[in-house]
């Protein structure tokens, strides 16, 4: 388990050992584990995200384009 990132937006945890990524939007309290193809799909977004994003209103419009897949939502224990 490595975590990613964590700004005010997004928490991202990456398990590598099972190819899959964690992230929770913070501003909805909502999140999704994306497995696979998609997580491969996910971490080289995220790279190219963080490589340009100049404000972190760039990653809220980002990760917006995943909102429909975000619906669990963030338990905090």
Known sequence: ???????????????????????IDK???KGA??????????????????SSATEMDDFGAWIDEYGTLMTQPAVYH
């Open 33 to 50: 584990l994306f497995r696979d193809e998609a997580a491969q799909r996910f971490r080289t977004e995220l790279r190219e995200m963080a």
């Open 1 to 23: 388990m490595n975590v990613v990132l964590n700004n005010p937006v997004l928490y991202v945890v990456d398990y590598p050992s099972v190819d899959a990524v964690e992230v």
């Open 27 to 29: 501003r909805r309290g």
